[in-house]
């Protein structure tokens, strides 16, 4: 067997050092890349669920607007309940009516 000479050891452990170099700076940029495609998923995840956040608070606020006015209603005495239910169905029929001059206003071209 040959003796190796220094730059020969040398030589072999810089290639080793090198391969080991070279495979560590592709493991972790592969790590980095999948870590970055992770974070870009929760990052997605997390809008959706803002977004979604925000539309149960608009429906939760609804329904508290709902109960408020429900709870008034059935707060009042008889005669203004009676008033209430009068004035709301004269909003109703004056909401018809307008709609319906709307659309004759949109037909004639006004």
Same mark, same amino acid.
């Given at each position: 067997?040959?003796?190796?000479?220094?730059?020969?050891?040398?030589?072999?452990?810089?290639?080793?050092?090198?391969?080991?170099?070279?495979?560590?700076?592709?493991?972790?940029? +592969?790590?980095?890349? *999948?870590? &970055?495609? !992770?974070? #870009?998923?929760?990052?997605?995840? @997390?809008? %959706?669920?803002?977004?979604?956040?925000?539309?149960?608070?608009?429906?939760?606020?609804?329904?508290?607007?709902?109960?408020?006015?429900?709870?008034?209603?059935?707060?009042?005495? +008889?005669?203004?309940? *009676?008033? &209430?239910? !009068?004035? #709301?169905?004269?909003?109703?029929? @004056?909401? %018809?009516?307008?709609?319906?001059?709307?659309?004759?206003?949109?037909?004639?071209?006004?």
């Amino acid at each position: 067997m040959k003796k190796q000479t220094k730059k020969e050891i040398e030589g072999t452990l810089r290639n080793k050092l090198q391969k080991k170099f070279n495979d560590d700076l592709a493991s972790y940029k +592969e790590r980095l890349e *999948k870590l &970055a495609n !992770e974070n #870009y998923e929760l990052q997605k995840k @997390l809008r %959706e669920k803002v977004d979604e956040n925000i539309a149960l608070r608009d429906k939760v606020d609804q329904y508290e607007d709902w109960n408020r006015r429900l709870q008034e209603f059935c707060d009042m005495n +008889e005669e203004d309940r *009676k008033a &209430a239910i !009068e004035q #709301y169905k004269t909003d109703q029929i @004056l909401a %018809e009516h307008l709609n319906r001059f709307s659309t004759y206003l949109n037909i004639f071209g006004i």
